[in-house]
């Protein structure tokens, strides 16, 4: 069965950065897009970014395009995503599934359970 498993959270003050690590098992060929998701409090879950199954294009939402960065690396079925000048307003639980940048929110299946990231002001 396909599982995801994040690392990489914690805290960090504003304009400090994290990278989280998508950890993939389970998958039958390297051929899948790999998406970052997030949830804030009281917030509905918003896709981050979208890494299509060729690895030719990265998609990303336009509030962290230029600060965010998704990446992957098939040898070791992991997805990461490198996170920069980060401010209160990314807090949130993050979370890495397999997603279709054609979707609204770059939909989402097979969820990991997230890892939080919690930015200070």
């Known amino acids: 069965q396909v599982q995801l498993v994040e690392s990489g959270g914690g805290l960090v003050q504003a304009g400090g950065s994290l990278r989280l690590s998508c950890a993939a098992s389970?998958?039958?060929?390297?051929?899948?897009?790999i998406g970052w998701f997030r949830q804030a409090p009281g917030k509905e879950r918003e896709g981050v970014a979208c890494i299509s199954a060729s690895m030719h294009t990265t998609y990303y939402s336009e509030n962290i395009k230029g600060r965010f960065t998704a990446s992957r690396d098939n040898g070791k079925d992991t997805a990461y995503l490198q996170m920069n000048s980060l401010n209160p307003e990314d807090t949130a639980v993050y979370s890495c599934?397999?997603?279709?940048?054609?979707?609204?929110?770059?939909?989402?299946?097979?969820w990991g359970r997230g890892t939080q990231v919690t930015v200070s002001s």
């Open positions: 389970g998958l039958t060929s390297d051929f899948y897009s």
């Open positions: 599934a397999l997603c279709d940048y054609k979707a609204p929110g770059f939909g989402g299946a097979y």
